[in-house]
């Protein structure tokens, strides 16, 4: 099993729906990420925390919220889904004080969002 | 701010050939970690290297060489002997160095296509 899994993996929604990206990880790592990635422009961070009690914006937050419930999991919400929302999302993972690792981030399989 | 350029939107080449792909970074930061992660058609990021500001030795891992050179803030990758199997988009990414190298700004990426 994967140690960051992401679901749904594939979403096909409408414009003015809720949609709920999740992920979850068997790391034991502390800080978690979600990314958005579209063509052109790479991958842009929405939001990060680096513990529970710990949630920051990241450059694009703007029409999404997130939940941290709990050290292994962390939920992208779209409160009103949008067209330009279309996008492939990846949750990450890292842990600071890993030596060599430190830094890295351990990426989900990505969720694909197309929103008509 | 950070940034990373990746100007090289897209880059094709006959297998065996040799490539490189560039990266340039900006950031005030005076200590700050480099990152390369290859995407391959099936989606996922794939962790290649990670290079401390502070080591500016080159890297050489099989057919993968980096070189980072500071005085022109840049990190390039090298392809040695290119396979078919090597065709993905590849992304730079820095973070700092501040939160333990948390928070990674990615280039735009570059897609590889290597031709039998």
């Known amino acids: 099993d994967a140690d960051v899994t992401q679901t749904p993996r594939n979403r096909i929604t409408k414009t003015g729906k809720r949609i709920m990206l999740e992920c979850s990880q068997t790391k034991g790592h502390d800080r978690m990420y979600w990314y958005r990635q579209d063509p052109g422009l790479g991958l842009r961070l929405i939001y990060y925390s680096f513990d529970v009690k710990d949630i920051n914006k990241g450059e694009i937050s703007d029409g999404y919220s997130v939940s941290r419930q709990a050290q292994a999991k962390f939920s992208l919400s779209l409160e009103s889904a949008i067209p330009n929302q279309t996008a492939l999302y990846f949750c990450?993972?890292?842990?600071?004080?890993?030596?060599?690792?430190?830094?890295?981030?351990?990426f989900g399989e990505g969720s694909r969002l197309t929103v008509l | 701010a950070q940034k990373v350029t990746q100007a090289q939107t897209e880059i094709s080449v006959v297998e065996k050939e040799d490539v490189t792909l560039d990266c340039v970074y900006e950031?005030?930061?005076?200590?700050?970690?480099l990152f390369w992660y290859k995407q391959p058609p099936s989606g996922e990021l794939v962790f290649l290297i990670r290079r401390n500001s502070f080591d500016e030795q080159n890297e050489i891992s099989g057919r993968y060489s980096w070189n980072f050179q500071k005085s022109t803030s840049s990190f390039n990758f090298t392809i040695t002997a290119s396979q078919v199997v090597d065709s993905a988009v590849y992304f730079c990414?820095?973070?700092?160095?501040?939160?333990?190298?948390?928070?990674?700004?990615f280039g735009e990426g570059t897609q590889l296509t290597v031709n039998p």
């Open positions: 950031t005030r930061d005076t200590t700050y970690y």
């Open positions: 990450a993972t890292s842990d600071p004080t890993s030596g060599s690792s430190a830094g890295e981030l351990f």
């Open positions: 990414a820095l973070s700092e160095a501040k939160t333990s190298g948390s928070r990674l700004t």
